[in-house]
């Protein structure tokens, strides 16, 4: 019984996953996380706004859907037109402005909050 829980503990203990824990000379991504994988390409920046960007426009495409509104009626509220309301709704599209962020926020009765984090 001493044996089965000292292998059990071993088990528990141990890494998980093959290459947990360790880096190859042929490969120095093994062991490494995907994080460090966007920073030493230099996408760490591009990656992250582009998950900000759809995150956003997530927001407001929920918002909107609770509110009852039209894109038409959402473009108005925001005076603009309905293909920048499109942009700024599109998860792919890069394009988006503090200013055109902020007339949808006022246009939802909404408020944005911008913070620098270390």
Do not use: C, Y
């Not at 120095?28 to 998950?51: K, N, Y």
């Amino acid at each position: 019984m001493a044996a089965r829980k000292s292998r059990v503990a071993k088990q528990k203990a141990a890494p998980k996953g093959r290459h947990a824990g360790r880096r190859s000379a042929a490969n120095p991504r093994i062991g490494s996380s995907f994080g460090d994988f966007l920073e030493e390409d230099g996408l760490r920046g591009a990656v992250t706004a582009l998950a900000l960007k759809r995150v956003i426009a997530w927001q407001i495409a929920a918002e909107m859907e609770r509110q009852e509104l039209t894109k038409k009626s959402m473009a108005q509220a925001m005076e603009t037109s309905r293909s920048a309301l499109d942009r700024l709704l599109d998860p792919d599209s890069e394009a988006l402005s503090i200013r055109t962020l902020d007339k949808a926020a006022r246009a939802l009765g909404k408020r944005i909050v911008f913070e620098l984090a270390g």
